[in-house]
């Protein structure tokens, strides 16, 4: 295993061919497939069920209810996490590096469900990510709730393929088992993840609720690494549940979010540190800075956020990428020094779908400039069939794109992501849409609006959505860099066989580095 890797990388990163996206046609967004997936033939021959619908999948993940009612304990298992890799020999500065100025890797978010909808990236990734030299996983490795028994099944064995080295910032739910399955993965460390005791008159409440750590079978881990992923240029030890990845071109930076979105005040000055210089920069996050048109700038134990330091013009950061929300979401934000950053959002690795139609038109750029896949109106139309097969009223509730699409623009007031030549929305269209969750674009909520019995159906929407069937609305970045430029295309998955070979390119966006 290695920490280090000085591989030259490729003259120029090739081209990948793409499919018609779904701006372009509801073919592109997978509405009609004209040939089945292949991604049923890698799935195991007994594939567990996996729905957040069931109670069983809530409870094993009451650790997020734990942490947010009493306090997150991830600061302190980290840093005696950290400190036992530390005094293993791991070099201060966390940082892997790598001699090639021009090189290739894959992103991909919130994979580790197991189930169809993480397979169905498998075949376009392989694909798209042919001649890159390393992939990165941003946030939740293993759902529900990061069991090292679950890594054979949802890490191992879907990525076996894959030739080149992976490595990972966990998510949320890779703590609920306190960073001990994620740990013995890609740190080589087994640690006490147990939580410091919590104080106060109620501390017996999160005692008793906290969900403990499950075993870590050494042997088993080790036999499903060398059956799935043992080939001598698949292996990496990282340095710690945050790192750096350093290149002559760029250093990408992946912090260790925990549960709540925050990071502890060692991990705030290594990433001070190590953010230091005029050297181009990438972060890469379990909580994403910007979402849904909010700003969530993730706090650092002491005082600062981690946005201030990458706004910092010092620090010279060009893109914020993170996982946790199940879609992709691109915010070109122009700082008061005129730069543009790039606040991305990639979870679409493989989880259940966060709808998109929920997102309001954007205030934090302009709304001609965002970007985000699934398009809205795919969005609506996707859970609009869901709920008219849930609940049996096909007839009321089953949006067409098309229908789907002119909802949206009329209740947000945007030019839509594909044009039709379509008439005003029916008022069937226009009540589905407001039902699902699509917000008035430019006017202020009735206080109603604002209450929580109406906001408490829209919480849990997506979670309970999962589906298995095409299109899936599912994305993975790949990233180029040369010397001169650093380029982030998002690919969109369908689930449609025709897509998996050249799959579409849904975003793409050139960032200069000098």
Same mark, same amino acid.
Request: proline share 10%; hydrophobic share 35%; glycine share 10%.
């Given at each position: 295993m290695r920490a280090e890797d000085g591989a030259d990388g490729a003259a120029e990163p090739p081209r990948v061919p793409a499919s018609a996206n779904s701006r372009m046609s509801e073919a592109g967004a997978g509405w009609e497939c004209g040939a089945p997936g292949t991604f049923d033939a890698l799935l195991p021959h007994r594939v567990p069920g996996f729905s957040w619908r069931r109670p069983t999948i809530l409870w094993r993940s009451r650790n997020d209810v734990v942490a947010r009612l009493f306090g997150d304990p991830a600061d302190a298992i980290r840093r005696r996490c950290v400190t036992a890799l530390r005094e293993r020999g791991t070099p201060a500065a966390f940082t892997v590096h790598r001699s090639a100025p021009r090189f290739s890797f894959l992103l991909v978010g919130d994979t580790g469900e197991g189930d169809k909808s993480q397979y169905a990236v498998v075949p376009p990734l392989l694909n798209a990510g042919a001649g890159t030299d390393f992939m990165v996983i941003a946030s939740d490795v293993i759902y529900p709730a990061g069991d090292a028994g679950q890594y054979p099944a949802k890490f191992f064995r879907p990525y076996k393929d894959y030739p080149a080295p992976i490595y990972a910032v966990p998510g949320n739910h890779d703590w609920y088992d306190g960073l001990r399955g994620f740990l013995h993965v890609f740190c080589d460390l087994d640690a006490d993840c147990s939580p410091p005791p919590w104080r106060?008159?109620?501390?017996?409440?999160?005692?008793?609720?906290?969900?403990?750590?499950?075993?870590?079978?050494?042997?088993?881990?080790?036999?499903?690494?060398?059956?799935?992923?043992?080939?001598?240029?698949?292996?990496?030890?990282?340095?710690?549940?945050?790192?750096?990845?350093?290149?002559?071109?760029?250093?990408?930076?992946?912090?260790?979010?925990?549960?709540?979105?925050?990071?502890?005040? *060692?991990?705030?000055?290594?990433?001070?540190? +190590? !953010?230091? /210089?005029?050297?181009?920069? &990438?972060?890469? =996050?379990?909580?994403?800075?910007?979402?849904?048109?909010?700003?969530?700038?993730?706090?650092?134990?002491?005082?600062?956020?981690?946005?201030?330091?990458?706004?910092?013009?010092?620090?010279?950061?060009?893109?914020?990428?993170?996982?946790?929300?199940?879609?992709?979401?691109?915010?070109?934000?122009?700082?008061? *020094?005129?730069?543009?950053?790039?606040?991305? +959002? !990639?979870? /679409?690795?493989?989880?259940? &779908?966060?709808? =998109?139609h929920v997102i309001p038109r954007t205030r934090v750029v302009d709304e001609g400039d965002f970007r985000c896949y699934p398009l809205r109106g795919d969005s609506l139309s996707r859970y609009s069939r869901l709920y008219g097969r849930w609940l049996r009223l096909p007839r009321l509730f089953e949006l067409s794109p098309r229908e789907a699409t002119a909802a949206v623009q009329h209740r947000l007031g945007i030019e839509p992501g594909r044009g039709y030549d379509a008439p005003a929305p029916s008022a069937r269209a226009r009540f589905v849409a407001g039902l699902l969750g699509v917000p008035r674009g430019g006017r202020p909520r009735p206080r109603f609006a604002r209450l929580p019995v109406r906001r408490l159906p829209q919480r849990f929407r997506s979670e309970l959505a999962d589906w298995d069937t095409p299109p899936f609305f599912k994305n993975f970045l790949r990233v180029d860099v040369t010397e001169d430029e650093l380029r982030i295309r998002c690919f969109g998955v369908t689930g449609c066989g025709d897509h998996e070979t050249s799959p579409p390119c849904e975003d793409e966006v050139p960032i200069p580095l000098r």
């Amino acid at each position: 295993m290695r920490a280090e890797d000085g591989a030259d990388g490729a003259a120029e990163p090739p081209r990948v061919p793409a499919s018609a996206n779904s701006r372009m046609s509801e073919a592109g967004a997978g509405w009609e497939c004209g040939a089945p997936g292949t991604f049923d033939a890698l799935l195991p021959h007994r594939v567990p069920g996996f729905s957040w619908r069931r109670p069983t999948i809530l409870w094993r993940s009451r650790n997020d209810v734990v942490a947010r009612l009493f306090g997150d304990p991830a600061d302190a298992i980290r840093r005696r996490c950290v400190t036992a890799l530390r005094e293993r020999g791991t070099p201060a500065a966390f940082t892997v590096h790598r001699s090639a100025p021009r090189f290739s890797f894959l992103l991909v978010g919130d994979t580790g469900e197991g189930d169809k909808s993480q397979y169905a990236v498998v075949p376009p990734l392989l694909n798209a990510g042919a001649g890159t030299d390393f992939m990165v996983i941003a946030s939740d490795v293993i759902y529900p709730a990061g069991d090292a028994g679950q890594y054979p099944a949802k890490f191992f064995r879907p990525y076996k393929d894959y030739p080149a080295p992976i490595y990972a910032v966990p998510g949320n739910h890779d703590w609920y088992d306190g960073l001990r399955g994620f740990l013995h993965v890609f740190c080589d460390l087994d640690a006490d993840c147990s939580p410091p005791p919590w104080r106060g008159p109620l501390s017996f409440v999160p005692r008793l609720f906290w969900r403990a750590s499950g075993t870590v079978e050494r042997s088993v881990l080790a036999e499903a690494r060398r059956a799935y992923r043992g080939a001598p240029g698949q292996q990496a030890v990282q340095p710690g549940p945050y790192w750096a990845i350093d290149t002559p071109s760029l250093r990408i930076v992946g912090i260790d979010t925990g549960i709540t979105g925050r990071i502890d005040r *060692d991990q705030g000055a290594w990433l001070r540190e +190590v !953010s230091a /210089g005029p050297k181009p920069k &990438m972060l890469v =996050t379990g909580k994403p800075l910007y979402v849904d048109d909010q700003h969530r700038p993730c706090p650092i134990e002491g005082g600062g956020t981690v946005d201030e330091i990458v706004r910092d013009p010092a620090h010279h950061y060009v893109a914020a990428i993170g996982g946790d929300i199940h879609n992709y979401q691109r915010y070109p934000v122009r700082l008061e *020094d005129g730069r543009v950053l790039h606040y991305i +959002v !990639s979870g /679409g690795g493989g989880a259940f &779908m966060h709808a =998109t139609h929920v997102i309001p038109r954007t205030r934090v750029v302009d709304e001609g400039d965002f970007r985000c896949y699934p398009l809205r109106g795919d969005s609506l139309s996707r859970y609009s069939r869901l709920y008219g097969r849930w609940l049996r009223l096909p007839r009321l509730f089953e949006l067409s794109p098309r229908e789907a699409t002119a909802a949206v623009q009329h209740r947000l007031g945007i030019e839509p992501g594909r044009g039709y030549d379509a008439p005003a929305p029916s008022a069937r269209a226009r009540f589905v849409a407001g039902l699902l969750g699509v917000p008035r674009g430019g006017r202020p909520r009735p206080r109603f609006a604002r209450l929580p019995v109406r906001r408490l159906p829209q919480r849990f929407r997506s979670e309970l959505a999962d589906w298995d069937t095409p299109p899936f609305f599912k994305n993975f970045l790949r990233v180029d860099v040369t010397e001169d430029e650093l380029r982030i295309r998002c690919f969109g998955v369908t689930g449609c066989g025709d897509h998996e070979t050249s799959p579409p390119c849904e975003d793409e966006v050139p960032i200069p580095l000098r």
